[in-house]
């Protein structure tokens, strides 16, 4: 498979890995046909996304795709945070191999669902209203075959 020399960069040297103790928001999701978990913690304050870590067991893709995408979303308001695709983190990572685009999916999903949790926790929207404003779904990808 080849890799772009960003995807190796941040698989090799993973930005953001660890644990945020007093998250406002945690995300997990995981992909039953492939093994690969991701943790998102984010840490909100005024809207913005102060800090963002990541927890991924998984292949070198799905490290990568948590590490570019916790860079893409720390200091971003909630709502730019919201609009980040994974086809964003494929861009910035220089391309996937087809096989490992639900890695990207992935981070997209886990960010959406940190997301969610931090809106939970604020308790100003009924969970219909948190599922739509964070485009949450259950895990469907064609490269999955789920």
């Known amino acids: 498979m080849d890799y772009s020399d960003k995807v190796i960069e941040h698989y090799t040297n993973p930005r953001n890995v660890g644990k945020i103790e007093d998250a406002s928001g945690i995300g997990e999701v995981g992909n039953p046909v492939c093994g690969d978990i991701m943790k998102m913690f984010i840490k909100v304050e005024n809207n913005i996304i102060v800090d963002?870590?990541?927890?991924?067991?998984?292949?070198?893709?799905?490290?990568?795709?948590?590490?570019i995408s916790t860079e893409m979303i720390k200091g971003k308001t909630i709502e730019e945070a919201l609009k980040l695709?994974?086809?964003?983190?494929?861009?910035?990572?220089?391309g996937l191999p087809p096989v490992k685009l639900h890695c990207s999916v992935l981070a997209e999903e886990a960010i959406h669902e940190a997301i969610a949790d931090y809106y939970r926790k604020e308790g100003k929207m009924t969970e219909e209203e948190i599922k739509v404003k964070c485009n949450l779904k259950e895990h469907h990808c064609e490269s999955c075959n789920i």
Request: hydrophobic share 40%; with cysteine.
């Open 52 to 67: 963002v870590k990541f927890k991924t067991f998984g292949c070198g893709a799905a490290i990568a795709t948590s590490s």
């Open 85 to 94: 695709k994974n086809t964003d983190v494929v861009n910035s990572l220089g």
